[in-house]
């Protein structure tokens, strides 16, 4: 019913930028909270940043002033602007949507996408 689709992952030198997308289709009524958030290799999946409905952010302290997590409600689409990027940003980057589905039932649900591979070569 609702798909989240990633893309700008890749390869970059330390230092350099990327900028991920993630776009969000399907069955939506309002799609509240939105966020990115990483994973490597036998650890748990961490925080990045998250962004509300309304435009407030939060961060995770090792991206700060680096990252900017950005939304376009009308695109129903997050952003994530990564900066001064570090071998430690090697990861896989997530997309997180939490979605209602109807107004008459005003449930929340959590969706996530299939990720996108973030490497930073030093």
């Known amino acids: 019913q609702v798909q989240l689709v990633e893309s700008g992952g890749g390869l970059v030198q330390a230092g350099g930028s990327l900028r991920l997308s993630c776009a969000v289709s399907g069955s939506i009524f309002r799609i509240n909270d939105m966020g990115w958030y990483r994973q490597t290799p036998g650890n748990k999946r961490e925080l990045v940043a998250t962004i509300t409905s309304g435009g407030s952010t939060n961060y995770a302290d090792s991206v700060k002033g680096r990252f900017t997590i950005s939304r376009d409600n009308a695109k129903n689409t997050v952003y994530l602007q990564t900066n001064s990027l570090k071998a430690e940003d090697t990861a896989v980057y997530f997309c997180?949507?939490?979605?209602?589905?109807?107004?008459?039932?005003?449930?929340?649900?959590?969706?996530w996408g299939q990720g996108t591979q973030v490497t930073v070569s030093s």
């Open positions: 997180n949507a939490r979605i209602i589905h109807s107004r008459d039932r005003p449930l929340e649900y959590n969706y």
